[in-house]
């Protein structure tokens, strides 16, 4: 521990965030970071507890509780109280490879559940973990060195994600040959078209990418594998491929006038966005002024979003940024509570109302929170032209089904309205893996769409061939994609080697 008294003597102090008014104006990342000095004072807030929570990456009451990658977040803390970046560097690298990444998307699963949180703020762990690898970046210690020694075996990953990233890295520093396949013009999965610039500016993926190809990862980007390539042909060339493609098959909203012009899966919308970002060098201002977009312009329009998770709170900040002149946020549940309940104890997951940025911006646009509760859209309505011009939602309420015992939000006769609409973005989740890269595989899938492996295996129903991420796990966080990319790297290193020093 290095300050005993550090948690009673200061204050948790976060980096600014540039005010809503000012950051819609561009697509650049709106935290800022404190003095090294100032983070210091943060990492002398860790507690060293007993039993630290934060690195447990446990479930606890169905959520996870801790951090998945089981950083030694007091060790860490206490390296960057004594100003030892290049310690706390080193000693954040054995447990993860990429936290450029999580210091910027990761929701803190290690800070709500820290036990200074229990009575007071949390230590501030995400923003010492971005403060050591920025550190580390500036001083030249972050490196990828080409092995040494290569084992001769060939392995193949598909998809760029995080979870394909993370095991591209281990897997390669064994001395493995590994080759990354990426359907998109870029590398980076979700983590490039999946979040918005403003969240990771995609030139933190470029930065870590090239020190990975110069270590031997090779690259293979527009190549869709089940499309371009068959997963027999990659067998027959590879000694194992593991698939890390995602949960990228959209939740659809069935209903009447679904057909109408003006409606769009978030996870398109977000795409499009950042790739014309990219495209233009991230000229902000001439990505706002842009009309060449599958939607035209925003300009003007009304948006409705569909979902309230972090897609859709993404799909409301990038819309205001275009232009948008009211942007309202459709979310099926009720509304949670503000505090924690006495249901939902600490260390669990706080289940509390959480206003995100994308929702900050719309409050200053219209003066009130965007986001309806308890309510969905039963028909979309079109003009003459088949264009989007309104939308019927109906008010829901929570009932509980006699039969199964499971509480369903069912309408509430009686409640129907219309809200108008120039385009809507469903942002409503995802259902699982892509059918057409599972059938080029042949690998079995569960109940959910994932693709299959026994309880604790990474291993798939198709011998030689493993998964992880998303596509394994379902719709999950980018933590736990990169945990599980670790895991499947160990796991294919044994099953090539009989052993693993990963």
């Known amino acids: 521990m290095g300050k005993a008294t550090g948690f009673i003597e200061y204050e948790r102090r976060d980096g600014a965030v540039v005010p809503p008014c000012e950051r819609i104006k561009n697509f650049d990342e709106f935290h800022k970071s404190l003095t090294l000095e100032e983070q210091q004072k943060q990492g002398a807030r860790c507690m060293a507890c007993g039993v630290p929570f934060c690195q447990a990456g446990t479930m606890i009451g169905g959520m996870a509780s801790g951090c998945p990658l089981h950083n030694l977040v007091p060790e860490t803390n206490e390296l960057v109280y004594r100003g030892n970046w290049e310690q706390a560097y080193y000693r954040l690298s054995i447990t993860h490879g990429l936290p450029e990444f999580t210091s910027r998307v990761c929701p803190a699963l290690c800070e709500n559940a820290c036990t200074c949180g229990l009575n007071t703020d949390p230590v501030s762990t995400k923003e010492n973990e971005r403060a050591i690898i920025e ?33 591209a890295q281990l897997l390669n520093r064994r001395g493995h040959s ?7 013009d870029r590398v980076g999965g979700l983590l490039r078209y999946g979040i918005p610039n403003m969240k990771l500016d995609k030139r933190v993926i470029d930065r870590r990418v090239n020190l990975m190809k110069k270590a031997g990862i090779e690259f293979v980007v527009n190549c869709n594998v089940g499309v371009d390539i068959t997963g027999e042909e990659l067998l027959a060339k590879y000694d194992r491929v593991i698939l890390c493609c995602g949960a990228s098959n959209p939740r659809d909203l069935n209903a009447p006038g679904r057909d109408a012009k003006g409606i769009y899966f978030a996870v398109d919308y977000l795409k499009e966005v950042s790739k014309k970002l990219m495209d233009l060098g991230y000229d902000a201002e001439e990505l706002m002024e842009s009309t060449d977009f599958s939607f035209k312009s925003l300009k003007g329009k009304k948006v409705i979003v569909v979902g309230g998770g972090d897609t859709g709170n993404d799909c409301v900040g990038t819309s205001i940024r275009l232009g ?15 505090t924690r309940l006495p249901s939902n104890p600490w260390p669990e997951w706080p289940r509390i109302l959480k206003t995100d940025y994308g929702q900050e911006e719309a409050i200053l646009l219209s003066g009130s929170d965007p986001r309806i509760y308890q309510t969905t859209i039963t028909e979309f309505i079109k003009d003459k032209k088949g264009h989007l011009k309104a939308v019927k939602i109906v008010s829901l309420e ?63 129903t198709k011998d030689r061939v493993f998964t992880a991420g998303d596509m394994h796990r379902g719709q999950s966080l980018v933590v736990w994609a990169i945990a599980e990319g670790r895991q499947v790297a160990k796991a294919v290193d044994e099953s090539l080697m009989g052993y693993s020093n990963l």
């Open 135 to 167: 550190y580390a970046y500036d001083h030249g210690l972050v490196k990828e060195e080409e092995p040494a020694v290569r084992t001769g075996k060939k392995i193949a990953i598909i998809g760029s994600g995080p979870s394909g990233l993370s095991a």
């Open 324 to 338: 948008a002149s009211a942007v309202t946020q459709l979310e099926m549940m009720p509304k949670p509570s503000e």
């Open 398 to 460: 929570p009932k509980k089904d006699p039969k199964t015992g499971r509480m369903n939000m069912v309408p509430v006769e009686g409640t129907e309205k219309e809200l108008k609409a120039d385009m809507v973005l469903i942002a409503a989740g995802f259902l699982g893996s892509e059918s057409y890269i599972r059938d080029t595989f042949g690998v079995e899938c569960n109940a959910r769409t994932n693709v299959a492996t026994a309880d604790g295996s990474y291993a798939t």
């Open 178 to 184: 590994v080759t990354v396949y990426e359907r998109n």
